[in-house]
């Protein structure tokens, strides 16, 4: 038997906070069954769901593990810009000239992610 990965999970301060963020992020949605200041949020969206633990202390140093996005119908720098409007951060820009590279990016409690290229900019 092996195991299968349920959910992804964050830590963090305000759980439905991030978890509406990251449904925006996702295309997804926090769960009917959770309202503002619940210690837990999950959301759900296409071939992933992601659960919000509200813990008490703070993030204190860059994560270990990290999602990496696809944009699947914008380019990587339309997508970046629509995370950034949500209230994401640029940290770190690695985009190359020749189109390959990444953008990695904080949420709202400054968590990493990364924003590759669209699978129509690796295909082009």
């Given at each position: 038997m092996t195991s299968l990965v349920?959910?992804?999970?964050?830590?963090?301060?305000?759980?439905?906070?991030?978890?509406?963020?990251?449904?925006?992020i996702l295309g997804g949605k926090v769960s009917d069954e959770d309202?503002?200041?619940?210690?837990?949020a999950l959301v759900e969206a296409d071939g992933i769901t992601v659960l919000f633990v509200t813990v008490p202390e703070g993030k204190t140093m860059k994560n270990r593990l990290h999602v990496d996005l696809?944009?699947?119908?914008?380019?990587?720098?339309e997508e970046v810009e629509?995370?950034?409007?949500l209230g994401a951060k640029v940290v770190g820009d690695h985009r190359m000239p020749d189109g390959r590279g990444w953008v990695t990016l904080t949420d709202l409690e400054g968590n990493e992610?990364?924003?590759?290229?669209?699978?129509?900019e690796r295909a082009a």
């Open positions: 349920r959910h992804l999970t964050f830590d963090c301060s305000d759980a439905y906070r991030q978890g509406t963020f990251w449904a925006e309202v503002p200041g619940d210690p837990e696809q944009p699947q119908d914008r380019t990587r720098d629509r995370l950034v409007a992610f990364c924003v590759e290229r669209s699978a129509a």
